[in-house]
């Protein structure tokens, strides 16, 4: 079984038995009713600690779901729904719009609507969707989206902000949605994800915390990763002990660019800094010369320069010309010169100041081209 988190092959850890194995479609009901009980069997992922189960449920079943008062055992608080809201806020670039995953009866985006302008709900049951709708003071103020939250619902805005507040511990495809709400965050947006603390429950023994419909036990160093894996920068990460809870706020960072990328994008950079430059050398014939020398276009290169004499008539993997020493004479030939040693690039930059080089010169610095 793959870790839902990171992907490594997870072990087997427990069986728990006498667990709750159905969904609770309305907490209280007017006559005494028992609800099936069964075997659950745990997995944990060997690197980053996520315990989690089997989908044994009804695919369907969360269409049908109504929580009833069970919600107002957590959103009972409001105080704690205000400060997350707050840090929420606080957090934001800008709070004008937000989504909340897996809205229930809308009893957290009434609240939401206290620090943002515009809220929406994505909800899969049709039943928690007339609750919210219904609820005084909370139906008119939010669009609620009665849908899965995945892919497939296509939206078409996008958000300032996001939550979801004791969702993802039932979700099968992790990596899926925790990416698809990096997606709709504009650029420096953030988010608020609130699961049972799955490290408390094993580390205090609390098993009337597992069941059936929680299929993931987080632990802070798997839902951070999940978080970071999607792109997201970790902003605050606390437990909640009395609570039972982790809480984690995390910012849309620029997405990394693949090597491959980053390697293109370096050689867009120097040819534009080379445009208008019918010649140029570089500096440099060192190891870091056989994998800068494929960015260069190599019909304008007329010098390979090196300090080292050992170096002298001798030629670099991929480059056409023999290592010289610099002179005066060779450098004016050049409109530029690219260094390519680029842990020397103040020794070499003062070298050619010396030689009386007038050209343009470029250097590397990180992943970028810069200008001398």
């Known amino acids: 079984m793959e870790c839902r988190v990171c992907g490594s092959i997870c072990e087997e850890r427990e069986k728990v038995h006498e667990c709750r194995a159905e969904t609770i479609r309305s907490l209280l009901k007017k006559e005494p009713y028992d609800l099936k009980k069964d075997t659950v069997l745990l997995y944990e992922c060997p690197n980053c600690g ?3 189960t089997k989908f044994l449920l009804k695919s369907d079943c969360y269409e049908e779901y109504e929580d009833g008062n069970g919600a107002l055992q957590y959103y009972g608080d409001r105080r704690i729904l205000d400060q997350q ?66 892919r497939s619902l296509n939206l078409k805005d996008t958000y300032d ?52 419909e929680h299929i993931n036990y987080f632990t802070p160093y798997s839902l951070a990763l999940l978080c970071n894996s999607a792109g997201f920068e970790i902003l605050l990460l606390e437990s909640d002990y009395e609570a039972i809870e982790l809480n984690i706020y995390v910012k849309k960072a620029p997405r990394r660019l693949s090597l491959d990328a980053c390697r293109n994008k370096l050689k867009q950079e120097l040819n534009q800094a080379l445009s208008g430059c019918r ?44 290592v010289e020493h610099a002179t005066q004479q060779a450098c004016g030939e050049c409109d530029a010169v690219i260094i390519f040693a680029s842990s020397y690039n103040r020794e070499i930059i003062a070298l050619l100041s010396e030689l009386g080089y007038t050209g343009k010169i470029f250097y590397f610095e990180g992943n970028k081209v810069r200008k001398a």
């Open 50 to 52: 996520l315990v989690q």
């Open 85 to 150: 809201f707050s840090n929420l806020k606080k957090y934001a670039n800008k709070a004008e719009t937000l989504i909340e995953i897996g809205c229930g009866g809308g009893h957290a985006l009434k609240i939401a609507g206290k620090y943002f302008a515009r809220c929406t709900g994505v909800e899969p049951s049709e039943k928690e969707i007339q609750i919210a709708q219904n609820m005084p003071g909370g139906g008119n103020t939010y669009q609620l989206i009665c849908a899965y939250f995945d």
């Open 161 to 212: 902000a996001f939550c979801t507040f004791q969702v993802f511990e039932h979700m099968e495809q992790l990596q899926e949605a925790v990416r698809y709400a990096y997606d709709i965050l504009n650029e420096g947006g953030v988010g608020l994800i609130n699961v049972p603390n799955g490290q408390q429950i094993f580390e205090e023994g609390l098993y009337h915390q597992i069941n059936w």
């Open 279 to 322: 010649t140029f050398a570089v500096y440099g014939a060192g190891a870091k010369t056989i994998s800068y020398g494929d960015l260069i276009e190599q019909e304008k290169l007329l010098h390979v320069f090196d300090s080292d004499p050992a170096k002298t008539g001798k030629y670099v993997a991929g480059l056409k010309l023999p």
